[in-house]
């Protein structure tokens, strides 16, 4: 009896620690089954075609995340690449028109909700470009109307916030593209006249995200796109660059847009009345308010070129241009930049810099080194001389179109930094840096680099301003 009783207690001991050990872990089980049930199942991402967005040609189709608001965290692991703005500048751009076509044929499908994920990427990629045409566009009203329309149009003020925050970070800068090879058929009535470029919009680069936001609308004939420093306005000019004897800007048109909306602002004063004829028409910006004055038509010397004053845009009042820095100059055979650091002046084939006296020979002579500009950079300066003339001592005249940019130190030591054919354009940036322009291509140099070589190429046709190409020299 002893004995069996011994061993039913152990039996006993025996069940009771299986069901210590045993029980919490079938509990969990349980427990991870019930929750597993009522927990909603993981999101899988939608397979669409991508989208074709200016800068980007289209892609396969293929699994792509939909476009995540501005300023909101992505709902998915898979969506966690960040939102970036603007436009790969080393890829081709679309038309308007073939970048809407699967915007479009959703809306035609009353599919909105792919509409809305279409036309929100294109408006990360172009704000400015397609901002008027999502508000006012006929056919994409119903688009409007429909529930993910609404969500789009409620989540634009973010997506405006966020450009307007990225136009403060970048290099304020311009895309171009060269205008298209003229067919040799067909009418010759602009056979004195150079085509507008291609493409030309004022905006910055990024260059950590290697995106470029454009600012102002895209607009044809453009022929001078400038953004104010302020980053609050785009100034374009159109109209005709003329190639003859005397190479003419005519017909000018000049507009200041909102630099995000592409909106017009204030109305602007045309820079002459009339204005026709006058080859070279200079125009700068402070504090975003702009300036022109133009080339007096009557010169008795074409090489010594007489300025009016200069005439505030807006109101046409009087400019003092000792205000700025730095401005431009706008001909037919394109634009660059000029202008003295402030506190130095141009005193005959001097520089001057007024509070210490330091002078620097420039040797510089108005007939062949039309165009000079000085930015400082520390207490370095750099210096940009541009020729550009016509050699009548040949049978036929030659154009000649060339550069040297050279760096200056403290003790007047020259470094010859850059020459060749083309023109040259520098801005100075903020954290003590610059950007050179040569011909057709800029380079940023920080402030440890002082060489071409070491210096940061920027992507083909991301530049300070259009560039110069040679003169149409004619023999008398």
Known sequence: MSSWRTSEGVVWRLALGWMVVVLPLLTGACRQAVAAESSPPAPVLQQRSSVATPGTPPSSTGPVPPPQAVGTPPATA?????LLLGVDPTQAIQDTESALQSVRAAVGRKDFASAARDIEALLQADLPRFASLWTNDAGLAPLRDSEPGRALAARLPRLEASWRTALNQGLPLVWWKPAA????????????????PALLRAGVYLPKQRRFLPAGPQEPGVILAR?????ASVLLVRGTL???????LTDLEVSIRDAVTGNPMTPVRSPAPDYRGPEALQWSEARGKWAFRVQNGDQTNPTLPQFSGWRDVATDGKWSIRSVSAHGELISEGSVLLGLPDGWVRDGKMLV?????????HNTEPA???????????DTLWLSAVESWCDASTPEPTSILRHVV????????????HEGPGGASLMSLGEGGLIVQVDKEARRFLASVTTWKEATALPEGVLLTTPLQPKVCHSL
């Open 78 to 82: 898979s969506a966690q690449v960040p």
């Open 181 to 196: 090879p003229r067919s040799e058929e067909g009418d010759d009535s602009e056979a004195f006249t150079t085509p507008p």
């Open 227 to 231: 953004l104010s420093v302020d980053r």
């Open 242 to 248: 003329g190639l003859g004897l005397t190479s003419m």
């Open 353 to 361: 810099e007024e509070s210490t006296r330091r002078s620097i020979p």
């Open 368 to 378: 062949k080194h039309r165009f000079l500009q000085a930015v400082m950079v520390g």
């Open 406 to 417: 050279e760096r200056i130190t403290r003790d007047n030591k020259r470094v010859r930094v």
